[in-house]
């Protein structure tokens, strides 16, 4: 493996540690300025720093014990790619859906660009229908 990939495979392994103990300031210090998300379901990617803080925010406001678990990891080039497991406890309001108090456990394929030693652009797939299946009311007639 070439040198410039084991830096972009270390400099992730440092934002998913980094995300787990919850430093957001530390984290956003990873990103490059002009950051890019690309998420499902949006016609255009976002932009900046802020937005990918205000989806952490989020999932954490909904799941305050959110823990993260890294399946696998691998690079090649500018980009690192990551299978990662999601769970936690539906504690508060998300997308909103008020608080059900129960265990969840979703997963991602993540695919980041790396330039100038920082996250450039994210391509992520969280299994959004599963997670909401799992904090979805359930119906009346049940």
Same mark, same amino acid.
């Given at each position: 493996m070439d040198t410039a990939t084991e830096k972009n495979l270390a400099l992730l392994?440092?934002?998913?540690?980094?995300?787990?103990s919850r430093d957001l300031d530390a984290c956003v210090e990873l990103l490059a300025e002009n950051f890019i998300a690309n998420l499902p379901g949006l016609p255009d990617p976002l932009h *900046?720093?802020? =937005?990918w803080r205000l989806g952490t925010e989020a999932m954490w406001a909904g799941f305050p014990d959110l823990r993260i678990d890294?399946?696998?990891?691998f690079g090649a080039d500018d980009k690192v790619a990551v299978r990662v497991h999601f769970r936690g406890t539906h504690r508060g309001t998300f997308q909103g859906v008020a608080a059900t108090g129960r265990q969840v456990g979703f997963r991602s394929i993540e695919?980041?660009?790396?330039? *100038?030693?920082? =996250?450039?652009?994210?391509?992520?797939s969280p299994d959004m229908i599963?997670?909401?299946q799992q904090i979805s009311p359930v119906p009346a007639d049940h």
């Open positions: 392994r440092t934002a998913y540690t980094t995300l787990a *900046g720093r802020e =937005i890294v399946e696998d990891m695919i980041y660009r790396i330039e *100038g030693g920082r =996250i450039a652009e994210e391509w992520v599963g997670l909401m």
